[in-house]
Structure formats: structure tokens, C-alpha cells
């Protein structure tokens, strides 16, 4: 997967999609965090904690990109893996208060973004795995608050028609 995108294009689909997913993780009361069926049997609470450790490791990958040291970045090698970290990650959420986890997404997010502005072009084309840097920065970021914006809407559509 030797794609990728441009700083700017990454920096702009981040903007346009960070707001309607914070919105949409705004919008969910706190005592409902806790409820099953936001993605399979995970809650928010552990959807949020899962989306805060991906864009963390978004910035930790790009700036070690940035900094030359591509082959320190860690990746899962696999699916099993990546549902080893996504369910340690989720736990970790469960864990945690709709306020904590509001303000550690929050946080990431904003360094991730950060991460990437003062990188240079180049370390999005840098190749870790098969994956440029820049795509995997878009999956563990915009691409990522996209897919999971989606899945809270149609949860919430199923919360609204059981309580109806």
C-alpha cells in the first residue's frame, strides 16, 4: 500500500470530521456510555477508550517518522493482534469516566494533530509494513472518528426505537 495522502488533505479531513465525532460523543448522556451495542457488545465507554489508543499511536508513529526512527514505530502484524490491543484498549476505557475519556481523546486527538503539522511531507511516505505512515495516520485518526461517528448514530437510532 505504497498511497498516500498529503499532509494538507490528512489536516483538512481531520478538522471536517473531529467536530461530528465529538459532537456525536457529546451528545450521548453519561449514564448511557455504559449501554452494550455501540459497535458488537462494546459501550461507548470502550469504543472511546479504543479510538483515544489509536490516535495516540498516531502521533507517536508520525513523529517518530518525523524524527527518522520509521523503524521504531510498532505495528500489530496482524488481525489477532489488533484485536489484542483493541481489547486491552477497550478495557482501559471501560475503566474510565465519559469525563476522563472525553478529555483523553480530546488530548490525543490534539496531538496527533499537532504531531503531523510539524512534520515534514516526506514521513508520510515512509513505508512501515506495507503502509505508508500517512495512511495509517489517516486510518487511526479521520478515517477512524468517521467509521466510529457512524456507528454511534446508528446506536443511538436503536436506543431511540427501543425507548419509543
Excluded at 23 to 33: G, H, N, Q, T
Excluded at 51 to 71: H, M, P, R, Y
Excluded at 132 to 152: K, M, P
Aim: glycine share 4%; hydrophobic share 35%; proline share 3%.
Amino acid at each position: 500500500m505504497s498511497n498516500t495522502e498529503s499532509k494538507q488533505h490528512v489536516l483538512s479531513r481531520m478538522d471536517e470530521e473531529w467536530p461530528k465525532f465529538r459532537s456525536l460523543m457529546e451528545s450521548v448522556a453519561d449514564e448511557d456510555w455504559d449501554i452494550p451495542g455501540v459497535t458488537d457488545d462494546w459501550c461507548l465507554k470502550e469504543m472511546i477508550g479504543h479510538v483515544n489508543f489509536w490516535a495516540k499511536k498516531a502521533e507517536t508513529d508520525i513523529t517518530l517518522a518525523a524524527q527518522g526512527k520509521a523503524s521504531q514505530i510498532k505495528t500489530p502484524g496482524g488481525q489477532e493482534n489488533v484485536d489484542k490491543w483493541n481489547a486491552r484498549e477497550a478495557a482501559k476505557g471501560k475503566a474510565l469516566s465519559p469525563s476522563e475519556l472525553r478529555l483523553l481523546v480530546e488530548k490525543s486527538h490534539k496531538a496527533a494533530r499537532a504531531a503531523l503539522e510539524v512534520a515534514p511531507e516526506a514521513a508520510l511516505a515512509i513505508e512501515v509494513n506495507g503502509w505508508s505512515v500517512g495512511v495509517r495516520f489517516a486510518e487511526d485518526t479521520y478515517r477512524h472518528y468517521r467509521e466510529h461517528s457512524e456507528q454511534i448514530t446508528n446506536w443511538q437510532r436503536e436506543l431511540e426505537t427501543t425507548e419509543a
